[in-house]
Structure formats: structure tokens, C-alpha cells
């Protein structure tokens, strides 16, 4: 019985190899559960992989189709065998099969128990698909990496994307002072979030922020990031995110006498269960521009890929 859609990326390219497809349901190994995903979140790395660039792309060229996507949140429909069936229809959400599996792009994901978190009251599940990888990775920008302690200046590079609005409010709740560097269309929403400063990427923002920042938060990479190294003070920090562009920006970072350092996300749910309960509590803002009908992830890999996405974008499987 064919009963669950997913989209496949049957080629490298354009967004042309996207495919609606069904399936019959997934199996369920010892320990795992079968998710009904509501909504899935969309992260740049999923356009890149889709366009044949990066490590997951590499990794991934024999084994098309593949289903793209890290970020699921939804409902325990089936348990598998040595899991508490007090699971079944549990609302939950995490960042699964990253870096190389993916599958989130899904209908139905099998997966194991240890990875999902229960969603908790008052989160509503479409934000619970945007915050994982966003969140994680702001989370481990600002405190693993970028050792964000109170008091400190923080000037944030594409500040208003997923990773950087979840990092504008996790360094102003660490007491941090935030400069925030996005498109002006954008000051109201950074206000918001608590920057202290915020500043249009388009205006020549660097005549004012000039080598006073204890840590740049490098959201943007490339010839942005290495411009922004002005804004941090000598011997300061630089966490630079885009992967493509790490390795120039850290080399012009060592060549300024930054301590600049790149990353690649990791899992740990303790860490996300802390941003859930931020979310809960009202104090951490997941914005979703965006949510596209699943059968629509054309249209939304063509919005995400512009680089101009305000919060996060996901899919919806229920409409
Ligand atoms: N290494 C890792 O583990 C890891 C994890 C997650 C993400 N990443 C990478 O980190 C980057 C950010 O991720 P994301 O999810 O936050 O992306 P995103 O949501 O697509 O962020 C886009 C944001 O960047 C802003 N922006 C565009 N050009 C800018 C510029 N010149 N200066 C400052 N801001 C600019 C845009 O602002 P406007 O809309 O105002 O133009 C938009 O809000 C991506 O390259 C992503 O692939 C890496």
C-alpha cells in the first residue's frame, strides 16, 4: 500500500529535481518510532545539497534519490519494539539525519526514539520544525564557539536569518550587548529581539562599529565576513558559519590577529530541549516567514535560496 509522500532529489540542479513521490510505510526497527511529520523545516544547506554542492552532496551522488531535509516536527504514530507506547501520539520534533541521511522532507520518518524531543504546551509545531538546526547551531555559535560571556560586545552578521535571530536573543539574554548587521526592512523585528544596536548591511555600518566587538558572529561569510573583521577589537573572537567560505575568512581573521574559528553543528538534545523550553516560556522568538505546502517545495527552495529569508521557511504536510 503506497501511504506516505516524501520529496526526492532525483538529480543535482535546479529545483526541477525536487519530486513529489509515495511510498509504502516505513519500517520500524528495535528502538525506533515512526513519525508522522507535520511540518519540516528548510535550512540553506538543504538548497545547496540540492544544487550538487557540499559534503552532503558528495557524500549523497550514488545514493540519489535522497531525501533532503534535518528538521521534523510532528506526531508518534507507531512505536518499535522496546519503546514505551506511552510514546504514541506524543507531539515531537528534532534535527535528525544530519549531515548526510537527511529524510526530513517526508510525510513519515522512521527514526530513533533518542533524537526526538516532546514538544512542549504552547509550542506550536511549525515552530518546533524551525527551530532545531537553527537553533542548535546559534547555540553552539554563541556559547560553545564564540564563549559569549555578559557584558561582552557582540556584533551579529545576518542577524535576521534562522541561525541569527535565535542568536540575537540567546546573546542578549546572556547579558551580552548586541550590534546586529541585516537589511534596514528588518530594524523593527531586531528591535524587538533586543539588539541594542542594529545596523544596515547596505549602509557603510563599519564607520561606526570599528574594532569594537569582543566576538563577530559571522552569519554571512565570504567578502561580508572578512569585511566585518574590522567591527572586532585586537586579539578578539570571530565564529565564522558559512562552511564554503570558512577557511578565507578564518586565513584573513589569523592575518588581522583574531582568534576566528568555523563550525559545523552538532547534535544535543539537552541543548534543545533548553531552547524548547525558552520557546515555551516565551522567552526565545522562532519567526517563520514562510510555510509552504509540502507540494510546494519548489516555489520554497527558490525563496530560501535567494539568501534573503526572514526567520525560517517549512513545509506543511497537512494542508
Ligand atoms: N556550519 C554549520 O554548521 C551551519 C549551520 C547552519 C547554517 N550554516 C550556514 O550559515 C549561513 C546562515 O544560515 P541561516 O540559516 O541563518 O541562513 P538564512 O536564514 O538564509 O539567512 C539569510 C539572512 O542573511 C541575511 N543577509 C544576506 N546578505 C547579507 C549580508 N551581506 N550581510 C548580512 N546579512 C545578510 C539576510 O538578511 P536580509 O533578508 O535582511 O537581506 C537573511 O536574513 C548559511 O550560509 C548556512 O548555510 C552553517
Given at each position: 500500500?503506497?501511504?506516505y509522500?516524501?520529496?526526492d532529489?532525483?538529480h543535482f540542479?535546479g529545483?526541477?529535481?525536487?519530486?513529489?513521490t509515495?511510498?509504502?510505510?516505513?519500517?520500524?526497527?528495535?528502538?525506533?518510532?515512526?513519525?508522522?511529520?507535520?511540518?519540516?523545516g528548510?535550512n540553506?544547506?538543504?538548497?545547496k545539497?540540492?544544487?550538487?554542492l557540499g559534503w552532503?552532496?558528495?557524500?549523497?551522488?550514488?545514493k540519489?534519490?535522497w531525501?533532503?531535509g534535518?528538521?521534523a516536527?510532528?506526531q508518534i504514530?507507531?512505536v518499535?519494539?522496546?519503546?514505551?507506547?506511552?510514546?504514541l501520539?506524543k507531539p515531537?520534533?528534532?534535527?535528525?539525519?544530519?549531515?548526510?541521511?537527511?529524510?526530513?522532507?517526508s510525510?513519515m520518518?522512521?527514526?530513533?526514539?533518542n533524537?526526538?524531543?516532546?514538544v512542549?504546551?504552547g509550542?506550536?509545531?511549525a515552530?518546533?520544525?524551525a527551530?532545531?538546526?537553527?537553533?542548535?547551531?546559534?547555540?553552539?555559535?554563541?556559547?560553545e564557539?564564540?564563549?559569549?560571556?555578559?557584558?561582552?560586545?557582540v556584533?551579529?552578521?545576518?542577524?535576521?536569518?534562522g541561525v541569527?535571530?535565535?542568536?540575537?536573543q540567546?546573546?542578549?539574554?546572556?547579558g551580552?550587548?548586541?550590534?546586529a548587521?541585516?537589511?534596514?526592512?528588518?530594524?523593527?523585528?531586531?528591535q524587538r529581539?533586543?539588539?541594542?544596536?542594529?545596523?544596515?548591511?547596505?549602509s557603510?555600518?563599519?564607520?561606526d562599529?570599528?574594532?569594537?566587538a569582543d566576538l563577530?558572529?559571522?552569519?554571512?561569510?565570504?567578502?561580508?565576513?572578512?569585511?566585518?573583521l574590522a567591527?572586532?577589537?585586537?586579539k578578539g573572537?570571530?565564529?565564522?558559519?558559512?562552511?564554503?567560505t570558512?577557511?578565507?575568512?578564518?586565513?584573513a581573521?589569523c592575518?588581522?590577529?583574531l582568534?576566528?574559528t568555523?563550525?559545523l553543528?552538532h547534535?544535543?538534545?539537552d541543548?534543545?530541549?533548553?531552547?524548547?523550553?525558552?520557546?515555551?516560556?516565551?522567552?526565545?522568538?522562532?519567526?517563520?516567514e514562510s510555510?509552504y505546502?509540502?507540494?510546494s517545495?519548489?516555489?520554497?527552495?527558490?525563496?530560501?535560496e535567494q539568501?534573503h529569508?526572514?526567520?525560517?521557511l517549512?513545509?506543511?504536510w497537512c494542508?
Amino acid at each position: 500500500m503506497l501511504n506516505y509522500c516524501r520529496i526526492d532529489l532525483t538529480h543535482f540542479g535546479g529545483v526541477d529535481g525536487l519530486q513529489l513521490t509515495r511510498h509504502p510505510k516505513p519500517a520500524l526497527a528495535a528502538g525506533q518510532v515512526l513519525l508522522n511529520i507535520h511540518y519540516s523545516g528548510l535550512n540553506p544547506i538543504d538548497a545547496k545539497t540540492r544544487a550538487g554542492l557540499g559534503w552532503a552532496a558528495q557524500q549523497n551522488a550514488d545514493k540519489l534519490p535522497w531525501v533532503p531535509g534535518y528538521d521534523a516536527a510532528g506526531q508518534i504514530t507507531a512505536v518499535g519494539e522496546g519503546v514505551d507506547e506511552a510514546w504514541l501520539g506524543k507531539p515531537v520534533c528534532g534535527m535528525l539525519g544530519f549531515p548526510l541521511q537527511g529524510g526530513c522532507y517526508s510525510s513519515m520518518r522512521s527514526t530513533d526514539l533518542n533524537e526526538l524531543l516532546e514538544v512542549p504546551k504552547g509550542v506550536h509545531l511549525a515552530q518546533a520544525a524551525a527551530l532545531p538546526l537553527a537553533g542548535l547551531t546559534a547555540h553552539q555559535a554563541v556559547f560553545e564557539h564564540g564563549q559569549a560571556q555578559s557584558g561582552e560586545r557582540v556584533v551579529i552578521l545576518g542577524a535576521s536569518g534562522g541561525v541569527g535571530h535565535i542568536a540575537v536573543q540567546l546573546a542578549v539574554a546572556a547579558g551580552c550587548e548586541v550590534i546586529a548587521v541585516a537589511s534596514a526592512r528588518r530594524k523593527p523585528l531586531l528591535q524587538r529581539l533586543g539588539a541594542a544596536q542594529i545596523y544596515d548591511y547596505n549602509s557603510n555600518w563599519l564607520a561606526d562599529v570599528s574594532a569594537c566587538a569582543d566576538l563577530l558572529l559571522d552569519f554571512a561569510g565570504g567578502d561580508f565576513g572578512k569585511a566585518a573583521l574590522a567591527s572586532v577589537k585586537s586579539k578578539g573572537r570571530v565564529v565564522t558559519l558559512p562552511t564554503v567560505t570558512a577557511d578565507s575568512v578564518k586565513q584573513a581573521a589569523c592575518e588581522a590577529d583574531l582568534d576566528a574559528t568555523g563550525m559545523l553543528v552538532h547534535q544535543d538534545v539537552d541543548a534543545l530541549q533548553h531552547l524548547l523550553q525558552l520557546v515555551a516560556a516565551q522567552k526565545l522568538t522562532i519567526e517563520v516567514e514562510s510555510c509552504y505546502p509540502a507540494g510546494s517545495v519548489a516555489d520554497a527552495h527558490q525563496h530560501l535560496e535567494q539568501g534573503h529569508v526572514c526567520g525560517k521557511l517549512v513545509l506543511n504536510w497537512c494542508q
